[in-house]
């Protein structure tokens, strides 16, 4: 761990945009029980269920020290208004259009999300002085590489979606204002996120609810897939250690045999994944136990804009803030089996 390696700042304001999707909740909920006062952005769009969204919302609006503002991220005299309203010290901006699927039907909103509204983040960081913008980036940035594990020092200019293309763009974008303003800034390319309260377009909650239903599953590439599969407390707990450990500029940065995971000025990117690929057949087979139930298989190609194989190089996230996930596939979708039975009744 650095020797500068500091722990969370309870004393400091945090604005989580997303606040209301599935990770912007639980990281939330992890900074309201840490005794930190925060401030949720979300617009509730109906990318997919809404009243999952106000489910985790309702939650959120118990605590005290949490305040819920509806804004959309592309609302630039809105997110202003919010930043002025607020003196804000650490964002961490979890609010985008997600999914690499949904890019191929509508890929406008991932430009209005992913671009503009990030945009408009970024000049609301720099003109408020705040200290610190994490953002989620993803693994999908990693397109086709073959190299194996992911590493955040490995070239990702060949990307296979526009959703990754939006995410690389927060990157260069990141930078730019890290070079320019000396905002400090740190992505996070989050891999394969699963859990309680996970996404209902992700494959964990689609093959629960066709499993318990008796309708088939869409097993991609044959089931010749392998995924970091990173479970949502593993996510939630690398994301607080980040927050407070803003970059420095690298001091040894070169110029000529560059890493484009850090620079010199205040940037850095990082890996967040289970540093342990799983079939895509295990995952299923694992969740067919904790269901106790088969299920309907139906094998397809590989989708386009899809990867066969994602796995995480992690060793500066271990080297820099002291963790490494964890948490098996075997326990992770154990949990969120309990949670899904118990939210949905089944």
């Excluded at 992700?202 to 609810?209: G, P, Q, S, V």
């Excluded at 002291?322 to 992770?332: L, M, Q, W």
Aim: with cysteine; charged share 25%.
């Amino acid at each position: 761990m650095r020797s500068d390696y500091r722990e969370l700042d309870r004393k400091k304001k945090y604005l989580v945009t997303g606040a209301a999707g599935f990770i912007g909740f639980h990281l939330s909920k992890r900074l309201l029980k840490e005794g930190c006062s925060v401030i949720g952005l979300d617009n509730l769009n109906d990318y997919y269920d809404v009243n999952l969204k106000k489910a985790r919302l309702g939650i959120l609006e118990k605590e005290d020290n949490f305040k819920f503002v509806y804004v959309n991220l592309q609302d630039k005299e809105a997110i202003h208004k919010v930043f002025k309203e607020n003196k804000i010290d650490i964002v961490v901006n979890l609010a985008a259009q997600a999914g690499v699927r949904y890019s191929l039907i509508n890929p406008y909103s991932y430009i209005e999300s992913n671009i503009m509204g990030f945009m408009n983040i970024l000049e609301a960081c720099r003109h408020n002085k705040v200290e610190h913008l994490v953002y989620a980036s993803s693994s999908s940035i990693y397109g086709s590489n073959k190299k194996m594990p992911f590493s955040t020092s490995d070239s990702v200019d060949h990307p296979v979606s526009l959703y990754a293309a939006t995410k690389k763009s927060d990157e260069l974008m990141a930078h730019t204002y890290s070079h320019l303003y000396g905002l400090p800034t740190t992505g996070l390319r989050f891999f394969t996120v699963y859990g309680p309260w996970g996404r209902p377009d992700m494959a964990l909650f689609l093959f629960t609810k066709a499993i318990l239903n008796d309708e088939p599953i869409k097993v991609f590439n044959y089931g010749n897939m392998e995924r970091d599969f990173t479970y949502i407390d593993d996510i939630i707990e690398g994301v607080v250690r980040v927050i407070s450990n803003p970059p420095k500029p690298n001091p040894d940065y070169d110029r000529i045999n560059s890493d484009p995971s850090t620079s010199f000025a205040p940037y850095k990117v990082y890996n967040i994944g289970n540093n342990n690929p799983v079939p895509l057949m295990k995952f299923i087979e694992t969740l067919e136990k904790h269901l106790g139930k088969e299920a309907k298989k139906e094998y397809l190609p590989l989708q386009a804009g899809d990867v066969p194989k994602t796995y995480a190089d992690v060793d500066d996230l271990i080297r820099d803030v002291g963790f490494k996930p964890n948490t098996s596939i075997d326990e992770g979708i154990g949990k969120f089996v309990s949670w899904y039975r118990e939210y949905y009744e089944a």
